[in-house]
């Protein structure tokens, strides 16, 4: 499952492109502006982003060179979402370094086409995950309330909890996970997605500043557990 970022401060634009991407299985977060959006990135890895052009603070070009600039985001591509269609807006978006150019208002079947595209060319990677028992002793977790993990993957951790966390919020989160990961704290996190459920809310956390054996303790895990089936 690819895992893509779409930035524009028009709330039905993001609604629009997020229904139509997350029906066809892609995992789809969104920020209303620059700032919001490279709190996502810093905080968590991404395949796609697609920026709108004109925002207020700061443009969806200056987002752009600013991800460009950064070898973290080197194997991201990257489209330019905008009414502008003038020549001179198309060639600044390029310059600029996207990938892709898509224009307002969205085509459903044009998108889709955009970014089967855009994943041809830059194809995303491939995420281990590994969904956990309710009976792993791992599935237990405590923010500022009791949860339920359901899944550990690569980048962070999937939640069950009774309480709504704002996106961005800084958790604590305890469970045995970290302990057989052999650390004496758990790593700082960050709140990237939270849903209404059924009963309850989905909270999606990613670890931050971490390093990359931390990623590579957590690909072993999710690896061996996956084989044994449990954990």
């Not at 459920?197 to 690909?219: K, L, N, T």
Request: net charge neutral.
């Amino acid at each position: 499952m690819s895992r893509i970022l779409v930035v524009d401060d028009d709330p039905d634009v993001l609604r629009v492109v997020e229904k139509v991407l997350a029906l066809s299985q892609h995992e789809v977060f969104t920020a209303v502006d620059a700032v919001k959006a490279m709190d996502l990135l810093n905080a968590s890895r991404f395949d796609l982003l697609i920026s709108d052009a004109n925002m207020p603070q700061f443009s969806g070009f200056e987002l752009v060179r600013t991800v460009k600039n950064n070898k973290r985001f080197e194997r991201m591509a990257i489209a330019m979402l905008t009414g502008l269609r003038e020549k001179k807006d198309i060639e600044k978006a390029i310059r600029a370094g996207v990938d892709d150019y898509i224009i307002k208002p969205i085509d459903p079947m044009l998108l889709l086409e955009k970014v089967d595209h855009l994943f041809k060319k830059k194809p995303p990677v491939e995420r281990l995950h590994y969904e956990l028992p309710p009976t792993s002793t791992y599935a237990v977790a405590q923010i500022s309330t009791a949860a339920r993990i359901v899944q550990i993957n690569e980048l962070g951790l999937v939640l069950h909890a009774s309480v709504e966390i704002p996106e961005s919020t800084a958790v604590n989160v305890v469970s045995d996970f970290f302990r057989k990961l052999e650390l004496k704290t758990p790593p700082p996190m960050k709140v990237i997605g939270c849903r209404k459920v059924e009963d309850g809310y989905e909270i999606r956390v990613a670890f931050a500043g971490v390093s990359d054996a931390f990623y590579h303790r957590v690909r072993v895990w999710i690896g061996q557990a996956t084989r044994k089936g449990a954990a």
